[in-house]
């Protein structure tokens, strides 16, 4: 039998006792149970606990909770019709402005965005906004609820390279404002980094990501898989010879990064980006899987990131002993403080300020430690955090059989290297304008991780949305 908990305190009596300070806690699957299942972990709010929840909002005036929405959802209005009980008026209001958000509402850093700017987290909890907005989306999807379409079209063409977050929000608005669209999408499945990149137990699959890409489809997008621009076609031949008045780029980030440092090449040595896609798209944490990954018995994750934490909470799923190594302290973590978080509780063992410096290989090539150093903290870098430096005479070998590098991605240069006139930096990220997504190609458009590198699901969303909004102005003055 599951076993289920709340997060951080034990919900008590919701009545109009209720210290409307803090939060109305959520349900969990209980940390030992969850540590051995791909099942979602948080289970999110029922309708009596979200309007609890609601009722906490003080309806500001001037809602600094907007201001901290990358794509701009209407906080406040969704937040009240949830507390009336309106739910289907609450998910019209969200997608006026949101392609995904039952994505959003378990993906986003709400912590650093919206929540972190509610004005009654000044002298409580910030409201749950994110915990709201998954609530609602899910309502809607088991209640059949789709949102509004365009009105009219307008008879003109636009290509969209990546099904990911932001290509999917990108689509879902031009789609709404009367394009036809078309999605081309490198991979056999639709979702980019939502099915790939993120674990099963964070974001599921069929019930949510599938549900959502529906949603977008409804609109009128049209989606086609197994196509590699660059190779499959061009974006030149798409504008060119196909008739597509515009493009935009949402191809993300996929090429991975390593240390540099001796035994890297050694069996055993993954990047999270292909260990966190054969488990997540080719299933291989399954034992009848055709493409099996390997199960070490003590794992070391090398980063501190979010994807580090759902590499590391997926390797402890599958039977091993699981470290996060990182060189910062944990107030530097980079990963949300709710996935830390679960970490944690789930048995994660987090070996900070410690870096590697080599991995050590038997005979045969397969990894049978790790050397590493521990740090300390100096002075700021240009990140503005506190640069590490290595502790003299620290060296030590960490007990290690496999090894995950998780220190971001790059996007892949396939595209721009085959299309005409369109700028890349040092980084081989696409220049494009923050404000529009224009890039110096005319007529495309670029948004997401392909411009800016590895970032949040939320920030590429809002970068597709701007970008909408650039190539809707350009085709309406043509």
Known sequence: MTLYKYSHNEMEGKDEN??????????????????KNFEEVCLGYNKEEAMCEAERCINCKNAQCVKGCPVSINIPKFIS?????????????????????????????????????????????????????????????????????????????VAVIGSGPAGLTCAGDLAKLGYDVTIFEALHETGGVLVYGIPEFRLPKEAVVKAEIENVKA???????????????????????????????GSGAGLPKFMGIPGEQSNGVFSAN???????????????????IMHGKKVAVIGGGNVAMD???????????????????????????????HAKEEGIIFDLLTNPVEILADEKGWVKGMKCVKMELGEPDESGRRRPVVKE???????????????????????????????VNKWKCIVADDNNGKTTKEGVYAGGDAVTGAATVILAMGAGKAAAQGIHEYLSNR
């Open 274 to 292: 292909e260990y966190l896609t054969r488990s997540n798209l080719m299933k291989s944490f399954d034992e009848n899987s055709n493409t099996p």
């Open 18 to 35: 209720m210290d409307v300070l803090k939060k109305v806690p959520v349900r969990e699957q209980d940390p030992a149970a969850r540590a």
């Open 219 to 249: 609109l009128g997008v049209q989606i086609e898989t197994n196509v590699v621009i660059g190779k499959s076609t061009t974006i030149d031949e798409l504008i060119d010879e196909e008739g597509f008045d515009a493009v935009f780029i």
């Open 393 to 423: 005479g620290s060296e030590f070998v960490l007990d290690v059989d496999m090894v995950i590098m998780s220190l971001g991605t790059s996007p892949n240069p396939l595209i721009s290297s085959t299309t005409k006139g369109l700028e």
């Open 311 to 341: 590499a590391a909470r997926t390797a402890l799923r599958l039977g091993s002993e699981v470290h996060i190594v990182y060189r910062r302290s944990e107030e530097e973590l980079p990963a949300r403080v709710e996935e830390v978080h």
């Open 81 to 157: 019709e949830v507390k009336d009980g309106n739910i289907e008026q609450a998910y019209q209001t969200i997608s006026e402005s949101s392609a995904l958000p039952a994505v959003c509402g378990r993906v986003c850093p709400q912590e650093s965005q919206c929540e972190g700017k509610c004005i009654r987290g000044i002298k409580g909890d910030p409201i749950s906004i994110g915990k709201l907005e998954r609530f609602v989306a899910d309502w809607a999807r088991e209640n059949g609820i789709k949102p509004a379409g365009a009105k009219e079209k307008l008879g003109k063409k």
